[in-house]
């Protein structure tokens, strides 16, 4: 029961992903906000969006089913494995902005289901724009070394002892929310510090991302928490912008609420952990 719960159970390989589902599990993964360009008016998937990081500039590539621009040429087998072990068609690695480093733990059914309603995004011809990198993070070899160091690939797999609630919020955080790419600090090397999960520190764009675990969550009580997650707005009547406003307003406002209560009950098992220090500028 409990593998059914959090999406572990894996079905026979020939079977026809729900689309449907899959879109959902896009707004979970909050798949449209890297990969939309950051203008009114921008296609969604289309790519575009960018990430600046100590290692240059990343831009979000078109995921739409266009076959030159964007994925259209892949095969299911192909998204499986970018997702899972961070690899292109080509065989060439992925950066690790690209979060395969989460998304590796989805499991079998949802990646077909995301597939699914991928395909059925109007192709658009936007042509994926170059990553602008500085020396030497621009070669994609230079990955294999991270990934050796950093990356351990295979699906979620859930705490024995925690309830199917809390799995499935960690299944929904650990993998689609991907939130530790953002709430985990990171080395001089781009890996998160695993000791410090979700504690917080210097995110996306250089911009300070909070502490999620209870030592600065233990301040909010569930309804508190819930209603941040649908609105955006805090305890002190205060409305969240930028980066995480976009995060509410496609993903967690999105989420089911027994989805959402599972993943306010998963975040309160966390380790209170102290904030991350701020560096000097």
Known sequence: ?????????????SAQGDAKRGEYLAKAGGCVGCHTEDKT??????????????????????????????????????????????????????FPAFPYASFTKISDGDLRDLWAY?????????????????????????????????????????????????????????????????????????????????????????????????TRLKKWSDADLKEFFETGTTPDDNVVGEIMGEVIRNTTSQLAPADLTAVIAYLRTLPPLPEEPRKAP
């Open 118 to 214: 991928l395909r059925t995004l109007p192709p658009n011809p936007r042509a994926s724009q170059p990553h602008d990198l500085n020396f030497p993070f621009g070669f994609r070899f230079v990955v294999a070394a991270w990934n050796l160091l950093f990356f351990t690939p295979g699906p979620f797999v859930p705490d024995p002892k925690a309830s199917a609630q809390v799995s499935r919020g960690a299944y929904l955080v650990q993998a689609l929310g991907h939130c530790s790419e953002c709430h985990t600090p990171r080395n001089f090397l781009g890996g998160p510090k695993q000791d410090r999960f979700l504690a917080g520190g210097r995110g996306p764009n250089d911009k300070r991302t909070p502490n999620l675990t209870p």
């Open 1 to 13: 029961m409990l593998a059914l719960l959090v999406g572990l159970a894996i079905g026979d390989a």
């Open 41 to 94: 008016d921008a296609v969604p998937f289309a790519g575009g969006r960018s990430l600046v990081t100590p290692f240059g500039t990343f831009y979000g590539p078109n995921i739409t089913p266009h076959p030159q621009a964007g994925i259209g040429r892949w095969s299911e087998a192909d998204f499986v494995r970018a997702l899972r072990e961070g690899v292109a068609p080509d065989g060439s690695h992925f």
